[in-house]
């Protein structure tokens, strides 16, 4: 890693402020991405970005010039106006969100591209600029503040992100209730209506701010990509604002790196920085999709692969058990217990094999044995099933021919503690429904 | 998000009827246009005003079938999503296709790429949403904004390539509407046709798809394969549609026209058809706009009309339309302030002695209406020919007799049904049927009337104890009625 980075040749004079001011940026739109994530209004970004326009082409009417803070000022006023719109037409009309945005954002676009056509012959708005971001400029604009040399770029994410935490920390609580539960938080003394527009106003003004400094592409994807991440990782709020800012840092710093190097590997310069850093978050976003430790797709799959196989491996030796109580002859070929139990080859082969290794069971010229130990497990097995068939009839009143597929399911996850409750609800029961002995229990710490 | 910033080739001195006036940079004056040029549009006879109002009429006849299903679907954003997501794809095969030696800007392998770069952000977008806890609007902005951003790097190294003249690539994803050729137009129609087909012959899938999915999945309907065909038809109307006239036009055709037909029905089929009306009708008047007025970009100007019928549509749609909305509230509240006024004139005549007249004065105390609202409520009924109104009484005229009895009946049924059957204290049953009666339709009376017996037409008397005091206001729910004051 280390010769990687040396070999980039990074110069910190310049990457150093083109790191920091990604960074800034994605923490900037992070914060309150959160909250987009959670009231499911993700595409908001992705509106405003559009939505300007009209703004933009104002201020360059009214200002006669292309400086930044009259354009500023229009997007700022415009992108809160889109924000509102989108909300009224929602309620007014009682418009699907989506379609709401969609209707606001394309009209608004079409009616800028229309204002700005008519001086288009004299205007040179730079497409690339803003679609891939400015952010490898950002060391040519420097500002002078207290005298010390600062790219006007890194200044403002640098104010507008510590506005935004600052926001997120004082209505922490309000963001949190309203964000959940709306009508709790109108019932609790806080106006979710306000928290709404408020953090509209604060998504609005952190899109302009951002897609002015490095570029429109980062913004929709630093609002949705690393909450989303942190959102797979975590169930408190806390926590996902946490990692969001982590996947932000760290997309921040990957994202230039691999900007320089990912292209170099193809023997290409380097790219756009803001489309790597994007590109970054969505890497982070595919593992967390699969590896998150709660909610990760593979993690979740092989949690359940777990818990058929351990329900198999009940399955196998309950079966043994009751071959051993009919015909005492308890033991079946492979071929014989897949057929019983209904079972993929492969799946059964594990389980046999887990059985083995744990003593369970034990192999003999193809035939599968319960051990002593494997008899204490299924007895105790069979013991729940039964009393839950004794339990179910007599308590629950449904028909002895009705209990063996809910006891079947209840049995892989009944303790002793609960066999002890069930055997005193049943009266000591010693027979089941189907006229079977129920064994007696057998303490497994004995054994 | 936009690639769309510029209208690449939507130049607006595109010289189709004669040269711009050199302008200043505040000149911003739209020049009329003459009767010569208004003629040559409205009969088309520039071969290229043609294909464009062609073009774009079939467009928006495609896509505002196609979008009014995503709406449905509660995915408007759907095609935004999807058009941001072709960009890798599309910069993925002109690498590929230069590398071995091909014109990379082949329409046929830009649009291969297309397709599968949409086609793969589909399906990411449905595993997110089917198998993670993300919803479809976060999985629909990180398809986006990471497709798009991928894209967007892999420009940066085209740029680069020896001989990669990347320019004008952007432009297949941002457009020209004005400069579509015939060949564009060709394309259109034929991907127009394959989705209209493809809708129709699936439409009975795709109603239940968008109404009720998880009936669909339980009747036996491949949900997911119905889904990636109704996505198909998107990437596939989009791509063409991208190319030819832009990324904000395509997402706008496929949102705003069905999301205007919304307002007029609420039936599919004639849903589908007002949607493919508005949008073909949008796409023609923006398209023939633009050829009139020189410097007003087409895309433009069709998202625009579009927008105009959206707006027109959502005040005055028949069927979801604030105006009518507003209208069928306004008639509820006159008719339930009518029958309260009825019931309640009645049920005080009913204390001794019997009268069909009432006072001002104890109406007020009846209910908690305010004194304007119970004038509005009286001037109402007098105005229907309920009751008759002096400065000091009311009074039940004949006709309103006979309704204010139906009236007190009717509620007093539902008041005895929920004493009989829903085990309802007396004391509570009035707030109850207090909200019902308005909305009661001769069949449930009837069934009320086999169930508690009482066939005969008169009035039954109150399970409750009336009082001339004021119950309490039904809508605002204060307190119980606590039997008698």
């Not at chain 1, 935490?165 to 309203?178: D, M, Q, R």
């Not at chain 1, 009919?326 to 993929?344: F, H």
């Not at chain 2, 707006?311 to 005055?316: D, R, W």
Request: proline residues 4%; neutral net charge.
């Amino acid at each position: 890693m280390l010769v990687t980075l040396a070999a980039l040749n990074l110069s910190w004079e310049l990457d150093g402020w083109i790191i920091l001011a990604a960074v800034l940026c994605a923490i900037a739109c992070a914060i309150p991405g959160n909250f987009l994530v959670l009231r499911r209004m993700s595409m908001l970004g992705d509106a405003i970005t559009h939505a300007v326009l009209p703004g933009i082409a104002v201020a360059f009417f009214v200002s006669q010039s292309r400086s930044s803070l009259p354009m500023f000022l229009g997007a700022a006023v415009v992108g809160i106006l889109t924000a509102f719109f989108v909300d009224w037409i929602q309620r007014l009309g009682r418009v699907d969100e989506g379609a709401s945005m969609g209707v606001v954002f394309t009209s608004l676009f079409a009616l800028g591209l229309v204002m700005i056509v008519q001086a288009a012959d004299h205007v040179e708005l730079d497409p690339g600029c803003v679609l891939y971001g400015a952010i490898e400029l950002t060391p040519l604009d420097m500002v002078i503040v207290q005298g010390r040399e600062l790219p006007r770029a890194v200044l403002i994410l640098g104010l507008l992100a510590i506005a935004n935490t600052v926001f997120v920390g004082v209505f922490f609580k309000e963001l949190l209730i309203s964000s959940f539960d709306p009508s709790l938080a109108t019932t609790s003394g806080i106006s979710a209506a306000w928290m709404h527009y408020l953090l509209m106003v604060v998504v609005a003004v952190t899109a302009v701010a951002c897609f002015e400094s490095v570029g429109s592409v980062l913004v929709v994807a630093m609002f949705v990509v690393p909450p989303a991440t942190a959102y797979m990782l975590t169930d408190r709020l806390s926590w996902m604002i946490g990692l969001s800012l982590l996947v932000a840092v760290l997309s921040g710093v990957l994202g230039h790196i691999s900007a320089i190097a990912v292209p170099s590997w193809f023997g290409f310069q380097s790219t756009t920085t803001a489309s790597m850093m994007a590109v970054c978050s969505g890497v982070f976003l595919f593992a967390a999709a699969l590896f998150a430790p709660r909610h990760g797709i593979v993690i979740r799959a092989g949690r359940r692969y777990l818990l058929s196989l351990r329900i198999l491996c009940d399955d196998l030796v309950a079966l043994l058990y009751r071959l051993g109580e009919g015909t005492n002859e308890a033991r079946i070929k492979m071929e014989g217990a897949q057929e019983s139990l209904l079972c993929q080859r492969l799946p059964l082969v594990l389980a046999a094999r887990l059985l083995v290794q744990r003593g369970d069971v034990s192999l003999s010229d193809g035939h599968l044995l319960l051990t002593s130990q494997g008899q204490q497990r299924a007895q105790n097995l069979i013991r729940s099933h039964r009393l839950w068939e004794s339990y179910l009839q007599d308590q629950a009143g449904m028909g002895a021919d009705r209990v063996h597929v809910p006891a079947e399911r209840l049995e892989h996850f009944t303790d002793s503690r609960l066999r002890g409750e069930l055997d005193r609800e049943t009266n000591t029961a010693t027979t089941d429904p189907h006229g079977r002995d129920i064994p007696a229990e057998v303490d497994a710490r004995d054994r | 998000m936009s690639g769309d910033w510029w209208p690449s080739g939507d130049s607006p001195s595109r010289g189709a009827f004669g040269s711009l006036a050199q302008s200043t940079l505040t000149d911003r004056s739209i020049e009329m246009p003459t009767w010569e040029i208004l003629r040559r549009v409205v009969l088309l006879e520039d071969y290229n005003t043609r294909v464009v109002v062609f073009a774009a009429a079939v467009l928006g006849c495609a896509a505002g079938v196609v979008g009014s299903f995503t709406l449905l679907r509660r995915r408007a954003l759907m095609g935004d999503a999807l058009s941001h997501a072709t960009l890798p794809g599309i910069t993925i095969a002109f690498m590929i296709v230069t590398a071995f030696g091909g014109n990379g800007k082949a329409l046929e392998w830009l649009l291969l790429g297309a397709t599968i770069s949409g086609l793969v952000g589909t399906g990411v977008i449905l595993a997110l949403r089917n198998l993670t806890r993300l919803k479809e609007d976060t999985a629909m902005g990180i398809v986006l904004s990471v497709f798009f951003a991928l894209g967007i790097a892999l420009l940066g190294v085209i740029q680069q390539m020896p001989d990669g003249h990347a320019a004008g690539l952007e432009s297949f994803i941002f457009g020209k509407t004005a400069s579509m050729t015939a060949r564009d137009a060709r394309l259109i129609s034929l991907s127009a046709i394959v989705c209209l087909g493809v809708c129709l012959m699936l439409f009975k899938e795709f109603k239940l798809l968008c109404f009720d999915e998880g009936f669909a999945a339980s009747e036996g309907y491949p949900v997911v394969a119905l889904d990636v065909v109704l996505m198909g038809a998107v990437i596939l109307i989009s791509i063409v549609g991208l190319q030819a006239a832009g990324l904000v036009l395509m997402i706008a055709l496929l949102i705003v026209p069905p999301a205007a037909a919304r307002f007029w029905t609420d039936d599919l089929s004639r849903m589908l058809l007002i949607a493919a009306f508005l949008g073909a009708f949008g796409g023609l008047l923006g398209a023939a706009a633009s050829a009139l007025f020189p410097r007003l970009p087409s895309g433009a100007m069709i998202v625009l009309t579009c927008a105009a019928f959206f707006g027109f549509s959502m005040v005055f749609g028949a069927s979801r339309g604030v105006l009518i909305r507003r209208w069928r509230r306004r008639q509820l509240n006159r008719s339930v302030a009518e029958q309260h006024l009825l019931r309640a004139v009645y049920e005080l005549g009913e204390l001794a002695p019997p009268s069909n007249s009432t006072l001002r004065q104890q109406l007020l105390g009846k209910r908690s209406w305010t004194k304007r609202q119970l004038d509005w409520a009286i001037r109402l009924a007098e105005r229907a020919g309920w009751v008759t109104a002096l400065p000091q009484r009311v009074t039940l005229t004949p006709r309103g007799i006979v309704e204010a009895k139906r009236l007190t009946r009717e509620h007093r049924l539902w008041e005895l049904y929920l004493i009989a059957y829903a085990e309802t204290a007396p004391a509570r049953v009035d707030r109850q049927a207090d909200r019902i009666e308005h909305v009661l339709e001769p069949e449930v009376i009837a069934e009320l009337e086999r169930r508690l017996e009482r066939e005969q037409q008169q009035v039954p008397q109150s399970p409750h104890e009336l009082s001339e005091q004021a119950t309490r206001d039904p809508t605002t729910g204060n307190n119980d009625k606590g039997g008698s004051p």
